[in-house]
């Protein structure tokens, strides 16, 4: 009996992270790795010591995402009582004291880690966690219109892709200040999709989304924008020779911009990843893009 209750009580915890969004954080930053050791290391490192610096610096960036996902849980229980009751908070099963340990043991495990890698790691990833961290608590930057997806697209956009390449490379070369741009944009338009369930539930506890300040059609619009410029801006940049050529391919996610747009204006609950269709796809939009570049970058390095 003892036993049941330990594991119930681990299983909900493990909830409390929502497992699914971990694997962004860990797929994306792993993917930036390889690249980032494919293009700028000129030292070859055996398949032992290449794993051992990977997978320490992925799971930092899980720590830090499951971190952020029990903080926000913890400050959001009002909201998740109307839109989410199933959560673990709302259903009774771990405290918001619990949330705040648990979020704070996270994140000291992810600073902590992060210093077996290098000094510029471990500073992008103070500074992701300080986004994080601000979105959630007071005065809560997630309340604020248009600023709320801003904190949300540059750390886990843009600098998590600076802070990826900076493992085995210089984040301020071109090639990754490129992609982190092209990531932010994408996940600026694409954040608005994690927000069509809980319109109702933000609304009612002063959160300003464009969701439920300027409607479902005026908010997949905007966003369509930001995640087809996303892509559209590989173009500029290989005219400006800032990427090469090679990278053209990555302007067809554009389609894939479409689909997330489609599926925000015919929203469907998909309860296996707790949100919506569009939401899912976005996830999955981002992991292509992540692999894209990964072995394009391969192939053009070798």
Not at 11 to 26: G, H, N, S, Y
Not at 156 to 173: C, D, E, K, T, Y
Request: proline share 5%; hydrophobic share 50%.
């Amino acid at each position: 009996m003892r036993m049941n209750r330990v594991t119930n009580k681990l299983k909900d915890d493990f909830e409390l992270l929502r497992p699914f969004t971990l694997l962004a954080p860990l797929f994306v930053s792993l993917c930036v790795m390889i690249a980032s050791y494919t293009y700028t290391t000129t030292m070859s490192l055996s398949a032992l010591a290449l794993f051992r610096i990977l997978l320490p610096a992925s799971i930092c960036f899980a720590l830090l995402n499951g971190a952020s996902n029990a903080l926000n849980q913890a400050m959001d229980w009002r909201e998740d009582k109307i839109s989410k009751p199933y959560r673990p908070i709302p259903k009774g099963t771990v405290s918001r004291k619990e949330a705040f340990i648990l979020s704070s043991i996270l994140y000291s495990g992810a600073f902590a880690l992060s210093g077996t890698i290098n000094t510029s790691f471990t500073g992008i990833l103070c500074l992701i966690a300080l986004f994080s961290i601000t979105y959630s608590v007071p005065p809560r930057i997630k309340k604020i219109l248009i600023l709320n997806q801003a904190w949300v697209a540059f750390p886990r956009g843009f600098l998590a892709i600076m802070g990826s390449w900076s493992v085995f490379g210089n984040p301020l070369q071109p090639l990754p200040l490129a992609m982190g741009c092209v990531a932010a944009l994408f996940l600026f338009g694409g954040t608005a999709t994690k927000d069509i369930l809980d319109a109702q539930a933000d609304k009612t506890v002063g959160t300003k989304t464009m969701v439920n300040v300027l409607g479902l059609r005026k908010t997949t619009f905007i966003s369509l924008c930001f995640m087809i410029a996303a892509f559209f801006l590989i173009l500029p940049l290989v005219y400006l020779q800032i990427l090469q050529a090679i990278f053209l391919p990555l302007t067809l996610l554009i389609f894939f911009s479409g689909a997330i747009g489609w599926n925000m204006l015919h929203t469907r609950h998909n309860q296996t990843y707790e949100n919506t269709s569009a939401w899912t796809l976005m996830y999955a939009t981002y992991f292509i893009f992540a692999l894209g570049f990964t072995v394009i970058t391969i192939v053009f390095s070798s």
